[in-house]
């Protein structure tokens, strides 16, 4: 792993676990000080952290731990479950017996990776669990609305990436489970409700932990 890339890492975790507070300014000169590491090392890092939604730059001032809007990610977490609800409505008669093992496959894959003592488990997870998500965004023949979905996952960046470090995985497990059963008994409408109480379980994990910080 690259240093910025550590760095990253190590400043992403202390704002979720709160050790950095929303509006605490983060000051290179100090950054690099205790990273041992170039001033422009830093700089970087807090770009990246920047496009994440996890840090604000404002000119002349600097950089600060964003703050948290819970209107925000209502909003977002709400507009994310109609649009997901009607993407897997769309998609479940497109597919069949062989998308259903690749759904099956990608979810043992996810208890895989958070069974394992990898360093990267929180990252394998993201990207199984958007492989899933994408699934339906991908087969549900409305391209416009695949872009939406996409377009809304992007500003919640920072939030699902909170939500990796503090749910229950098992749950969320369950719920893909319970979307493939669905498929499997050929069920629009129950597959987009069963997808909807997801998105919306995320986003209650989420209102209690701010509630808490």
């Known amino acids: 792993m690259m240093v910025k890339d550590k760095i990253c890492k190590t400043l992403r975790k202390?704002?979720?676990?709160?050790?950095?507070?929303?509006?605490?300014?983060l000051i290179e000169s100090a950054l690099s000080e205790n990273y041992k590491v170039s001033r422009g090392m830093i700089r970087e890092a807090l770009a990246l952290l920047s496009n994440e939604g996890f840090v604000t730059i404002?000119?002349?001032?600097?950089?600060?731990?964003?703050?948290?809007?819970?209107?925000?990610?209502?909003?977002?977490?709400?507009?994310?479950?109609?649009?997901?609800r009607k993407a897997t409505e769309l998609a479940v008669p497109t597919l069949t017996e062989a998308d259903i093992e690749k759904l099956n496959g990608i979810n043992n894959?996810?208890?895989t990776a958070?069974?394992?003592?990898s360093e990267t488990k929180l990252q394998?997870?993201?990207?199984?669990?958007?492989?899933?998500?994408?699934?339906?965004?991908?087969?549900?023949?409305?391209?416009?609305?695949?872009?939406?979905?996409?377009?809304?996952?992007?500003?919640?960046?920072?939030?699902?990436?909170?939500l990796f470090m503090i749910t229950s995985y098992d749950e969320y497990l369950q719920d893909h489970a319970q979307i493939i059963d669905c498929i499997k008994n050929?069920?629009?409408?129950?597959?987009?409700?069963?997808?909807?109480?997801?998105?919306?379980?995320?986003?209650?994990v989420l209102l209690k932990f701010f509630s808490h910080t």
């Not at 202390?14 to 300014?25: C, F, M």
């Not at 394998?124 to 339906?136: E, I």
Request: overall charge positive; aromatic content about 10%; some cysteine.
């Open 186 to 204: 050929k069920d629009p409408k129950n597959a987009g409700q069963a997808m909807e109480m997801h998105v919306q379980r995320a986003l209650n």
């Open 109 to 111: 894959a996810i208890k």
């Open 14 to 25: 202390d704002i979720i676990l709160g050790k950095l507070n929303p509006g605490e300014r």
């Open 58 to 84: 404002t000119p002349h001032k600097g950089a600060a731990v964003a703050k948290i809007s819970t209107k925000d990610l209502e909003d977002y977490y709400g507009l994310l479950a109609i649009l997901e």
């Open 124 to 162: 394998d997870w993201g990207k199984l669990n958007l492989s899933f998500h994408r699934y339906f965004w991908d087969r549900c023949e409305n391209d416009k609305l695949g872009w939406l979905v996409e377009i809304v996952r992007q500003r919640i960046f920072r939030y699902r990436y909170t």
């Open 114 to 117: 958070m069974n394992s003592d």
